[in-house]
């Protein structure tokens, strides 16, 4: 018989850097886990993706167990890295604070296709395209 599920806990964690801290500890606090097993599996999980930012759901059952499944770093972080950027313009539709080519475009859109809502990378570009433009990042023409 499947476990009953009590509630799922989105977050954003950096990759092999999970500790009880905030905003790890109280999430999983509040529904009674262990955080130092989940911090130890999520490091052990992510440590080859350090310095990214990972989205992660954990899956909280009744019996006080988890598990979780992490998915890729939202597409503004990998925009930034691409770039080199520490963030992005604070008025994104006057001040530019960078490029991105086709080429770019097309290998952030690849790796972010597994969690985006359509399987053409045409269209992922575009999508990450549209990311891009609201952080006064602009991009070759898709």
């Not at 950096?14 to 509040?30: D, F, I, K």
Request: glycine share 6%; with cysteine; aromatic share 4%.
């Amino acid at each position: 018989m499947a476990k009953k599920i009590l509630t799922q806990i989105k977050l954003q964690i950096n990759a092999a850097a999970a500790n009880p801290a905030p905003p790890v500890g109280p999430a999983l606090g509040q529904h009674g886990l262990n955080i130092q097993e989940f911090c130890t599996k999520f490091n052990e999980a992510t440590k080859d993706r350090a310095g990214d930012v990972v989205p992660t759901v954990i899956t909280v059952y009744e019996d006080r167990t988890f598990d979780f499944i992490t998915k890729t770093p939202p597409a503004s972080s990998l925009i930034m890295k691409e770039l080199g950027l520490k963030k992005g313009s604070k008025k994104p539709l006057t001040d530019k604070v960078g490029k991105l080519t086709r080429d770019q475009l097309r290998r952030i859109a690849e790796a972010k296709l597994v969690d985006l809502n359509t399987k053409d990378v045409e269209q992922a570009m575009k999508i990450i395209a549209g990311t891009a433009r609201q952080m006064g990042v602009e991009s070759e023409e898709v």
